[in-house]
């Protein structure tokens, strides 16, 4: 099974940047509401949850294809179910939060008390979830036989100027 990538990155590294900046954000905006009083503050925080969380969604399965995919030892593996358990964790206390927001009891503590634990879970998992990714990039510059290794081409101003001499009416292929 192949890692999901865009472009050769990680399409989980990509996906999770929604939940960890806007559950956290959700939950600042929560304690400005509470601070405040100010409604606007509690409606934008119920829209950078429900984003955050929709965004963790997505994000989850690209992460467990690449889990499955990467079949990890030792510490990245403990690292990645700690990782994949504060996530579910931090999903689950967004959702109650969104569903007391539904009720129309956003007023009330437990929402706040909802919007730190979702945010608090989410922080730890990044954390727990580099770590995990920071594992895996000293295992592939020590050589593992499992580890991935990145290449990177760079083409400079030069190999650009060889195919377009080429002109548009010829086949482009790289230069010998």
Known sequence: ????????HSLHAILMA???????????LDAL????????YAKASYLSMAGGIAGGL???????????????????????QLHAALTGAA????????ILRREGRHDSGGSLALSAIAAAGTLASSWFGMRMSDGQHAQAGMGAENAQQDVRIDH??????????????TTLHPPQ
């Open 1 to 8: 099974m192949q890692k999901t990538t865009v472009a050769g």
């Open 18 to 28: 929604a939940p960890a900046v806007l559950i956290p954000f959700g939950f600042i």
């Open 91 to 98: 999903m689950l206390a967004g959702a109650a939060n969104l």
């Open 33 to 40: 509401h509470s601070a405040t009083g100010d409604d606007d």
């Open 58 to 80: 997505v994000a989850s399965v690209a992460g467990a294809v690449d889990y499955a995919a990467g079949k990890p030892q030792g510490d990245t593996k403990h690292d990645g």
């Open 156 to 169: 400079t101003a030069l190999d650009v100027e060889q195919y377009v001499a080429a002109g548009p009416a």
